[in-house]
């Protein structure tokens, strides 16, 4: 999920290089509502929230081409969780989540996904279900990317350890998300429309309204650093240490306007000012940090 267009070209969708699959256990809007009719604890979701978030993604895709700030923002990401690679693009790399999709555009290879029904998309099902989707097969992909979604996910770490089906022996998942430092930490909470909840007893969401609304920006930064025996959940599947960790940035995004608004910064001050910002962030992460990037390889 995310947070000028002549970076970028549009999908292809001949019959090799675009495919769409609506899994059995997927949820598009009809389908949710077969499934989850059933499921009380998921109503806000089906009734109300799964479409306003399905209707925000689409509007913030129209707005996608026009912040050029926020493609180089996102150009930068990509080419970091892809550095270890010699060419990421004969990789098999599944993106969970990818709602405006920017890293598709970018790297044509990649297979989108999410639980919202985007007809752009390659896959439409529930990652939590991911390993019984049979049309991804087991230790088939290179590489699983998440981008700014293990905080919206009910059960991340159930989530993960899952998707380990679905990776070769050695294969990475690479997920970036918020980095709660001093500076963040501010910006997240009172600047930003997100919960973010460092009082939770266990590494879930207590409530699931929508594919968007459900949140809380501190449950990623809390598994792998806040709280390390949470991601302990993990070792039995994934090698990782410190070494896997890299923050991202301090006020860069911020200073984009993010995907709703455009700010005015021509593109050579912004680049200029996202270098010394990617300096900072690394100098000083738990001054200055607002995301960062772990990488989980699968044994």
Not at 145 to 166: E, G, Q, S
Not at 177 to 189: A, D, G, H, Q, V
Not at 274 to 279: E, I, K, V
Request: net charge neutral; aromatic share 12%.
């Amino acid at each position: 999920m995310t947070f000028s267009g002549w970076l970028f070209r549009s999908p292809q969708r001949d019959g090799k290089k675009y495919r769409r699959v609506e899994e059995t256990i997927g949820l598009g809007p009809s389908r949710m509502q077969a499934q989850l009719q059933l499921d009380t604890d998921h109503s806000h979701y089906l009734v109300n929230q799964y479409a306003e978030d399905r209707a925000l993604t689409l509007r913030n895709r129209s707005k996608l081409n026009a912040n050029r700030n926020l493609l180089y923002w996102y150009r930068e990401l990509y080419r970091t969780q892809f550095a270890d690679f010699s060419d990421p693009r004969r990789l098999r790399v599944l993106e969970i989540g990818s709602g405006v999709s920017p890293l598709k555009r970018f790297y044509e290879n990649v297979l989108t996904s999410d639980v919202m029904d985007l007809d752009y998309l390659d896959y439409v099902f529930d990652c939590h279900a991911i390993d019984r989707l049979d049309s991804i097969g087991d230790e088939s992909l290179d590489v699983i990317t998440l981008t700014n979604v293990l905080h919206h996910l009910k059960d991340p770490i159930d989530f993960l350890n899952k998707a380990a089906h679905k990776l070769k022996r050695g294969g990475k998942i690479i997920a970036t998300e918020p980095y709660l430092s001093t500076l963040s930490t501010l910006i997240f909470k009172y600047l930003h429309h997100e919960p973010v909840d460092f009082d939770i007893a266990e590494p879930v969401l207590s409530e699931v309204r929508g594919p968007l609304a459900s949140a809380n920006s501190a449950l990623p930064w809390l598994i792998f650093i806040g709280h390390p025996p949470w991601s302990d959940r993990l070792r039995a599947k994934f090698d990782f240490d410190e070494t896997n960790f890299h923050p991202f940035s301090s006020i860069s995004y911020m200073m984009t306007g993010g995907i709703s608004r455009r700010l005015p910064i021509p593109a050579p001050i912004y680049r200029a000012l996202f270098r010394l910002d990617m300096a900072l962030s690394r100098a000083f992460p738990n001054l200055l940090a607002s995301f960062f990037i772990i990488t989980l390889t699968h044994k």
